[in-house]
């Protein structure tokens, strides 16, 4: 990579399957021909599934080398999770990251997911001990998640809301949708004893009163 230009801004892995090697072949063939018709960027088709594999170890691991570079950095999934429509990505994408830019001096991130749906995951590594850090997560929160729903997607895709994204619900969901998560927590849980707070029931201040203050 570094011979051919320097390391990738974005690498993006396709699976095709078939029952019909030939077919398969050919398939692969046409989407090398056309992306790379309109697209000119580097592609390779795999031969087999070990060599396939070094991509997805790749892919797999590369939150836990950023980790491991980063001793003194804490995860923060704050802006975990969030889904747009994948013909929204060439817009989307570049907008997300110049959200994101102008704070790479104090937290490491890395954009990862699943772009055949627009689903991705960002887990910041910060310093969790500093308050002015910390005081990012609202403000950067507020930013995604507008972003996020100027083009009508979801702040939560496949994980959960939890006490981070409940204060934001409202930029994804109806008055009349919040009451009825609120119904059907009173019936099931009306002494709110499991996962208090979460979905019904939280605020900004009581999710930032939970960031843990060591790494």
Known sequence: ????????????????TSDDEID???????????????FHVPIRILKNEAEGEKYWTIRRQSFKL????NPNKATAPFIDDVVVKPEHLPEFLPKLNAILEPYKNMMTYTIAGHPGDGNFHI??????????V????????????DLVVE??????????????????????YS???LKLFE????????????????????????SLEHIKTEN
Do not use: C
Not at 151 to 172: C, F, M, Q, W
């Open 24 to 38: 398969l072949a050919a398939r692969l063939k046409a989407l090398h021909d056309e992306v790379a018709s309109k």
């Open 66 to 69: 950023l980790h491991d570079h």
């Open 123 to 132: 887990i910041p590594l910060m310093d969790l001990r500093e308050q002015k």
């Open 151 to 172: 083009y009508k997607g979801s702040i939560t895709a496949e994980h959960n809301d939890g006490l981070v994204r409940t204060p934001y619900l409202d930029k994804v």
């Open 183 to 206: 119904e059907v927590k009173n019936i099931f849980d009306p002494k709110r004893i499991f996962n208090p707070r979460k979905k019904v029931g939280g605020d900004l201040a009581y």
């Open 134 to 145: 910390r005081d990012l997560i609202p403000l950067i929160s507020d930013k995604v998640y």
């Open 1 to 16: 990579m570094f011979l051919r230009g320097g390391m990738p801004k974005m690498v993006v892995l396709i699976e095709l």
């Open 175 to 177: 008055e009349q949708v």
